[in-house]
């Protein structure tokens, strides 16, 4: 078969491993739902107490039914479902949807039995799902293995749509709400405890899948990050958006997901980083992530972000405009003969953009549809929304709007247009059929096609660029703990900038370290026990004559043994000052499940409360260093304010880059990196301070 897994989206034969007669029990739902589906395969029902179950012929064990069987539901106790799972493999099933719960959601009792279970599956061919999960279906196929209620739901016929959920109660939520919006599905799976199976695997599969064209996804936490890594590349290169929900934000959410599904929630911060990496387009709620995967499934996406807003409400018209700002869209004016034209034809219209063609159109329906064809042809946007309240939807006018937009969409094939509309449900369907996804909410239609902006460019740039390659004289990571000056040297070997210094042990090296560098200096205290050095007063700034170099050493020295008795003091750094610049900060914090990540952001004393800070997994490329870059809330200070000039923006991109580097290579020998204030000046960057926190630090 193409793909492992495909015996369980598409069986010939199945099983059900607990089946019971009674339709509505868990053993007995999924035969009741693939009967009522219309399962063109053999269906066997495993109870040995029965002969008939639903009408079908039942067997007493797996082991005898008349033919191999592809995919079996295990629905029995916890305590006879090893038992179960065994006899699948000894009967050479291919593929397990486990519903059975009590096991490593339940303790530690059940996560030892759960660790049986996955070793005697990781040992054999078969490939499953769950435990404790609530199944999987394929629309298409009538194949329901599920005693989710969802399969009850289906009003859509089956789509391009693949949703796949850790928690089963919330992927039958999920795919209830995609049903209600519209939203063509086919595939449905819930990992539950993935034993085996898990999202990012399922991922995997529709990235590969020809009938699936988006990726709707929920997970708590990740198991495997180097599949999931994977997984959301293979997506991305098959330009399939992924519409994921990572729950487990807040420390509060982590620590409820991590006891749900017994699987580690990892830091929020880095699946942020993870997503953007990957171009995923993170969904906060249920609503938002049905809404984008809802204008995903129609397959167009703007060639830029420029939208036009044309409406019957002004005042809807600035709340949209507003919506636009807040999610990365423009929205440039009309040109200005063209306002002229149709002002002319027009003259109770406001036609800067938004376009206020007002309900006056409605008694002259020709000028709206002259009004949007001289908008498509002669003006260059990326998009258009057409906000019509409930018009459509009315007896009166309701022909009348549908006909326009057949017609526009006749002589406009590839115009990618949404249509806003309250209270017109029942109309939807007609619109949809003309490629109109429909919106009720404004401020919805704009983040959705914001979303496929962002997915257009994601899919434009494909793959980053290559990580630069490591320096053959690279350092490796200390296995200890070391000062400032030590760290400095070893990020010097990566490549990354570092400031001009001195190590030394007296005040009259000092000075004669200040001569050889020639201008101010600045002198900090060097010792691996003093992290934090001007939290003692360990730095003075600014210093340019013998008297005050010398002054300086001795005071350092004096305040390092007076706050820190114990601490180890290798000396005093004699450093150049460095120049006028923009303060950043980049670091590396290791993440228990994805390794190393590089943190940048606007540096100084107070990026901690500021906290305008983004993240990568390392390691990566220049390209997507500046990506990073152009995250931050304030960006615009590189770019030069108050006169000053603009900040080598290329430099600090290098220098991130080859910081990932360094830091995937130690992936395993440093806890964090902290590399603050690196500042970038107008030509070139320097590293003014650095610290290394190797494992067992402060241990």
């Known amino acids: 078969m193409a793909h492992s897994l495909e015996a369980m989206f598409h069986p010939k034969a199945v099983a059900v491993i607990g089946a019971s007669d009674t339709k509505s029990r868990i053993g007995g739902r999924p035969i009741h739902f693939c009967l009522q589906g219309k399962f063109r ?7 040995p107490n029965r002969e008939i179950v639903q009408g079908l012929k039942a067997y007493p064990s797996i082991k005898d039914t008349p033919t191999p069987v592809e995919c079996a539901i295990v629905a029995v106790p916890a305590d006879i479902a090893l038992g179960a799972i065994r006899d699948c493999i000894d009967a050479g099933v291919k593929s397990a949807v486990i ?34 999960c609530l199944g999987m279906f394929t629309v298409t196929e009538g194949w329901y293995a599920t005693f989710a209620s969802a399969p009850d739901t289906l009003k859509v016929p089956p789509g391009p749509v693949g949703i796949v959920t850790q928690s089963g109660a919330y992927g039958s939520h999920v795919f209830i709400a995609a049903q209600e919006r519209r939203v063509g599905n086919n595939y449905w799976v819930t990992t539950g405890n993935e034993c085996d199976v898990d999202v990012a695997e399922i991922i995997k599969f529709y990235a590969q899948a020809p009938d699936v064209q988006v990726i709707m996804a929920s ?41 749900h599904t017994a699987s580690l929630a990892g830091s929020d911060a880095i699946y942020d980083a993870l997503f953007k990496q990957y171009g995923v387009y993170r969904a906060e709620t249920t609503e938002e992530m049905i809404d984008i995967a809802y204008a995903c499934q129609f397959g167009r996406r703007p060639a830029g972000r420029k939208l036009c807003i044309q409406t019957i409400s002004g005042g809807i018209g600035v709340q949209m405009a507003d919506a636009a700002e807040k999610f990365g869209l423009d929205v440039p004016p009309m040109p200005e003969q063209l306002q002229k034209d149709l002002k002319a034809k027009m003259p109770f219209a406001t036609l800067r953009n938004p376009v206020d063609f007002s309900a006056q159109t409605l008694n002259e329906p020709e000028k709206m549809v002259e009004n949007l064809r001289r908008t498509f042809t002669e003006a260059d946007y990326d998009g258009t929304i057409v906000y019509m309240a409930g018009v459509p939807g009315t007896p009166l006018m309701g022909a009348a709007c549908l006909d326009i937009m057949r017609g526009l969409r006749g002589e406009f094939p590839d115009e990618l247009l949404f249509m806003c509309m309250a209270g017109s449900a029942h109309i939807v369907p007609e ?45 490796p990571a200390p296995d200890r703990a070391v000062a400032e000056h030590e760290a400095k040297r070893i990020i010097a070997s990566v490549g990354i900038p570092v400031s001009r210094e001195s190590l030394v042990q007296s005040a009259a090296d000092a000075v004669a370290a200040w001569r050889d560098i020639g201008g101010p200096v600045v002198l900090k205290i060097a010792s691996p026990d003093i992290p934090h050095k001007t939290e003692i007063g360990g730095v003075i700034l600014n210093l340019n004559d013998a008297a005050a170099v010398s002054a300086g050493y001795e005071t350092l020295i004096q305040r390092a043994k007076t706050a820190k008795p114990d601490a180890r003091i290798d000396g ?76 080598d923006i290329d430099a600090l991109a290098d220098a991130l880059a080859r910081l990932s580097v360094f830091a995937h290579a130690n992936r395993d020998k440093i806890e964090s990196i902290d590399i603050n204030p690196f500042i970038v000046l107008p030509h070139g960057a320097v590293a003014v301070d650095a610290l290394i926190d190797v494992p067992g630090d402060g241990e």
């Open 41 to 47: 395969g053999d269906i066997y029902p495993i109870n």
């Open 99 to 132: 519903f059975t719960s009590g096991f490593a959601e339940a303790g530690d009792g059940g996560a030892k039995v759960q660790r049986e279970m996955e070793a005697m599956i990781r040992e054999s061919p078969m490939r499953a799902i769950g435990p404790n």
């Open 219 to 259: 997970a708590e936490g990740v198991r495997n990050p180097d599949r999931m890594c994977e997984a959301l590349e293979m997506a991305r290169d098959a330009e399939k958006p992924v519409v994921f929900q990572k729950v487990g934000r807040t420390e509060l959410g982590a620590q409820a997901a991590k006891s």
């Open 572 to 647: 005093v750094i004699v450093a150049e000052m460095a120049g006028t610049g923009v303060e950043c900060v980049m670091g590396v914090v290791r993440d228990p499940a994805y390794g190393p990540a590089v943190m940048f952001g606007l540096g100084g004393i107070f990026v901690e409360v500021l906290k305008d800070v983004t993240f990568r997994i390392a390691p990566f490329g220049v390209d997507e260093a500046r990506r990073m870059i152009d995250e931050i809330q304030g960006r615009a200070m590189l770019d030069g304010v108050r006169g000053q000039p603009p900040a």
């Open 431 to 475: 619109y949809e059929a003309l490629q109109y996804p429909c919106f009720e909410d404004p401020d919805g239609a704009v983040r959705a096609l914001a979303a496929l902006a962002y997915f257009g460019e994601v899919f434009k740039h494909g793959r980053g660029d290559a990580p630069p390659a490591a320096p053959k004289d690279m350092l």
